[in-house]
């Protein structure tokens, strides 16, 4: 099945489970959120994946985690053997993706937030010590991430 294919027959399964009458900003509201999930299963998994087979052929351990909807947040943990143990991992580098969806002039001006306009869908990149980068996901591929996660991760190895 296409990527397109998979994406209507989940448009239609929502729509046939939510069935009844929604408002605009219901509708923007799941639209968002369909969005969201399409980019981290789409963009975002292949990209991690992609990284954790190439940085495990350098004796890392790398650990993927995803939150519990898989739509708002999935971080790589990359682990190094203990120079004092080695049969313990260490934590060498951390590095989150975090979506999120909003309204715009919403979230300084929630009364000015104008409901029937579509969400803005950005997410963060983040490692332990904040925020690094904000993208729309409109304009982020898996190879923006995989290049992305590779500068931040040389810059921590080199400081």
């Given amino acids: 099945?296409?990527?397109w294919e998979q994406k209507l027959?989940?448009?239609f399964q929502a729509e046939k489970k939510n069935s009844g009458e929604r408002t605009t900003e219901e509708m923007h509201v799941r639209f968002a959120e369909l969005n969201m999930r399409d980019f981290f299963k789409h963009v975002v998994f292949p990209a991690y994946d992609d990284l954790k087979k190439e940085i495990e052929k350098y004796g890392r351990t790398v650990e993927v985690n995803v939150d519990d909807t898989g739509m708002n947040s999935a971080s790589l943990t990359v682990y190094v053997p203990s120079v004092k143990k080695p049969d313990e991992q260490v934590e060498e580098f951390y590095f989150?993706?975090?979506g999120r969806a909003y309204q715009k002039a919403g979230f300084a001006f929630p009364a000015h937030a104008d409901e029937e306009q579509p969400r803005i869908r950005k997410v963060e990149i983040l490692l332990r010590n904040g925020t690094v980068h904000?993208?729309?996901?409109?304009?982020?591929?898996r190879q923006d991430i995989i290049e992305c996660f590779v500068d931040e991760y040389?810059?921590?190895i080199n400081y």
């Fill in 9 to 11: 027959r989940d448009i």
């Fill in 134 to 141: 904000e993208y729309d996901i409109e304009n982020l591929t």
């Fill in 154 to 156: 040389s810059k921590w």
């Fill in 1 to 3: 099945m296409n990527m």
């Fill in 96 to 98: 989150e993706i975090r």
